[in-house]
């Protein structure tokens, strides 16, 4: 659900409706017609509105630094991912089984849906375009180095890379590596060292925060 699903308001004013798209129009049709039949409410709206805007790759990036900074948090999240995000205050009842990889020094994981765009959304929020293009989805299973090696991640061939085809039924979500020389570190640091893509396996986290982050 996306921008042109939202309400009467803010998107309205911004998007006047003869410059949405049919589809959006159609969209704006459909709720208009459930509030005035009594199906839905305003309100009932404008929650899911905000539950979709909350589902962002920072939840993630949230359980990934609770987990370096606290080994029984690690723990948890690896044994139970759905309980260990209810713990964070994120909701990931939507999906019906969670894994959580952890990277290693020997060990890569990545991330893909060979079929379409399974991805874990309340953690991750959209999937990137690239995630759902075919030349991933394919590549991402015969050439998993190559396609690292695109994102900027060389590996030696003493690291193994295994790949996971996410499915409708279950969800993966990277814990990569904790950085070097990070042991001084906030969790609230930590995390702006966690990237969405870190998390789908493409790449290793960030080494240090970003200057515009800080």
Known sequence: MGNDHLGKGEQ???HPKHELSQHAK???AIRELLL???VLKEEEIQRQ???MEARSP?????????AWADPRFKARLLADPRAACAEMGIDATSINEFVVLENTEKVRHLVVCTLCSCYPRPILGRPPDWYKSFNYRKRAVVDPRGVMREFGMELPDSVEVRVHDSTADIRYLVLPLRPA???GMSEEELARLVTRDSMIGVVDPLQEI???NR
């Not at 920072?58 to 609770?66: E, I, P, Q, Y």
């Open 12 to 14: 309205e004013h911004e």
């Open 26 to 28: 159609r969209i704006y």
């Open 36 to 38: 005035e039949k009594g």
């Open 49 to 51: 509105i905000d539950y």
């Open 58 to 66: 920072a939840n993630g990036a949230r359980l990934v630094a609770r």
């Open 181 to 183: 020389g990070t042991d």
């Open 210 to 212: 970003p200057e515009g």
